[in-house]
């Protein structure tokens, strides 16, 4: 599966962007999709999860309530709607592919993650 994200940008703090993951190559509906960034200096963490079966979605602490993941099958896409922007959202967001149903202990580990795209930059000014 090839993925590509698009939608970053330069924002200030309390704004929004909409980011997207659309795959080509394969079904994207037979893909637990997760969302992960990564902060210069920093660890690759994950931010967010749709499963792929019933749609049960994962959200990281530092982004709930303020983050929504959702797919558009028809587009072979998945959003990341990223709401009340924070500067320590800045980093690189990438989108990945799992061929399993995401757990709320595994969700975020990115080793069990196959494909990978080349990610899209958010930059969040205070």
């Known amino acids: 599966v090839q993925l590509v994200e698009s939608g970053g940008g330069l924002v200030q703090a309390g704004d929004s962007l909409r980011l997207s993951c659309t795959a080509s190559g394969d079904t994207f509906d037979d893909y637990t999709i997760g969302w992960f960034r990564q902060a210069p200096g920093k660890e690759r963490e994950g931010v967010s999860c749709?499963?792929?079966?019933?749609?049960?979605?994962y959200y990281a602490d530092s982004v709930t309530g303020r983050f929504t993941i959702s797919r558009d099958s028809a587009k072979n896409t998945v959003f990341l709607q990223t709401d009340r922007l924070k500067p320590e959202d800045t980093a690189l967001y990438y989108c990945?592919?799992?061929?399993?149903?995401?757990?709320?202990?595994?969700?975020?580990?990115?080793?069990?993650?196959?494909?990978w795209g080349q990610g899209t930059q958010v930059t969040v000014s205070s």
């Open positions: 990945a592919t799992y061929r399993g149903l995401a757990h709320d202990t595994s969700w975020s580990l990115s080793h069990i993650y196959d494909d």
């Open positions: 749709i499963d792929s079966s019933d749609g049960r979605t």
